[in-house]
Nanobody
Framework: QVQLVESGGGYVQPGGSLRLSCIAS????????MNWYRQAPGKQRELVST???????TYIDAVKGRFTISRDNAKNTLFLQMNSLKPEDTAIYYC?????WGQGTQVIVSL
């Protein structure tokens, strides 16, 4: 079955960086568009970034210039490099493909 396992979250001060990873299995990763979502406390889950099978990337305005999505098809792994983190980036971050979701990884940005 499809499995998406995120890692790399944690606690970081404003201005810091984190790199999230998502290891995928159970489907043909290189043929799947991949997404990162996040859900902040008390808010709806939102799409943060997408990378297509061809490597085209999109971002919400709130993270443009700070976050970079990438993929390693040889390792079935999706990444999200997050720089210049802000308190408003605090959320649980989820990897998503098709109708499948990972369990999420918590990111907390605070002094």
């Amino acid at each position: 079955q499809v499995q998406l396992v995120e890692s790399g979250g944690g606690y970081v001060q404003p201005g810091g960086s984190l790199r999230l990873s998502c290891i995928a299995s159970g489907f043909i990763f290189k043929l799947s568009n991949m997404n990162w979502y996040r859900q902040a406390p008390g808010k709806q889950r939102e799409l943060v970034s997408t990378i297509t099978t061809g490597g085209t990337t999109t971002y919400i305005d709130a993270v443009k210039g700070r976050f970079t999505i990438s993929r390693d098809n040889a390792k079935n792994t999706l990444f999200l490099q997050m720089n210049s983190l802000k308190p408003e980036d605090t959320a649980i971050y989820y990897c998503q493909a098709g109708s499948s979701w990972g369990q999420g990884t918590q990111v907390i940005v605070s002094l």
